[in-house]
């Protein structure tokens, strides 16, 4: 790899994460523009910037030395959308090459680009954002097929993965996780997370809405439980 080539990370989170790779601590880096316009995103500043300036390979690499200093073993690609990059696998070999585990978030909008990273890929985490019904008018996105195409994929080729939701109270609920949950039956994991209001979402109408009780959210997980593996609220 020609460490002056240009990577599709565009940011690096300072401080290593411990939730976003499960079982390990891990570098969080960042990839620009998504085909998604979810009202309640929390990284807003990255959906429409589709071409932002990149890190180097060369630049990767020493920060990847720093960290691996401080023993973090893994690495999570997020977005925005990171498939949304003809060169993600560039990039994903690089990390693999530099010894690190690697987890990728998604929406599952792009399934071709899954199945060819798959075999790089430990970990695959798919955003379940409702019943997959609902997405053109929750995430403005029509193409249901390919999100059914990128659930099954996981399914049966990821090493690991979870499914995730984040839950807007008075949006989702019972009857709408059910309905979801039928959309993903028989998966190993899924994760329910807090919604976390901020001023600069999207969507006006959710800026002032709570963040998710802990209560609504172990609903969620009791409403999947009996139809995945694991249901757990985080």
């Known amino acids: 790899?020609?460490?002056?080539?240009?990577?599709?990370?565009?940011?690096?989170?300072?401080?290593?994460?411990?939730?976003?790779?499960?079982?390990?601590?891990?570098?969080?880096?960042?990839?620009?523009?998504?085909?998604?316009?979810?009202?309640?995103?929390?990284?807003?500043?990255?959906?429409?910037?589709?071409?932002?300036?990149?890190?180097?390979?060369?630049?990767?690499?020493?920060?990847?030395?720093k960290y691996r200093e401080d023993w973090v073993k893994a690495v999570t690609v997020t977005g925005g959308e990171p498939t949304i990059h003809p060169a993600l696998p560039d990039t994903i070999a690089f990390l693999k090459e530099q010894g690190f585990l690697v987890k990728l978030d998604s929406n599952g909008s792009n399934p071709e680009m899954l199945e060819k990273l798959m075999p790089m890929l430990d970990y695959v985490a798919m955003d379940i954002k409702c019943a997959l019904d609902h997405y053109p008018q929750f995430v403005k996105y029509n193409n249901l097929d390919r999100i059914r195409a990128s659930i099954k994929?996981?399914?049966?080729?990821?090493?690991?993965?979870?499914?995730?939701?984040?839950?807007?109270?008075?949006?989702?609920?019972?009857?709408?996780?059910?309905?979801?949950?039928?959309?993903?039956?028989?998966?190993?994991?899924?994760?329910f997370q807090a919604f976390v209001p901020h001023d600069n979402l999207p969507d006006p109408a959710v800026r002032t809405l709570p963040r998710t009780r802990?209560?609504?959210?172990?609903?969620?997980?009791?409403?999947?439980?009996?139809?995945?593996?694991?249901?757990?609220?985080r």
């Open 1 to 65: 790899m020609n460490l002056e080539e240009k990577s599709v990370i565009n940011a690096i989170m300072r401080q290593p994460s411990m939730v976003d790779y499960p079982g390990h601590l891990a570098v969080l880096m960042f990839t620009s523009g998504c085909d998604f316009r979810c009202g309640f995103c929390h990284n807003v500043d990255l959906i429409d910037d589709w071409n932002a300036k990149t890190f180097s390979f060369g630049v990767l690499k020493d920060r990847l030395d």
């Open 153 to 191: 994929l996981i399914m049966e080729q990821a090493k690991d993965y979870e499914f995730r939701t984040t839950v807007l109270e008075g949006f989702h609920t019972t009857e709408e996780i059910v309905a979801a949950a039928k959309d993903i039956q028989g998966a190993k994991r899924w994760i």
């Open 214 to 233: 802990p209560s609504v959210l172990e609903e969620c997980a009791k409403a999947a439980a009996p139809y995945v593996e694991l249901a757990k609220a």
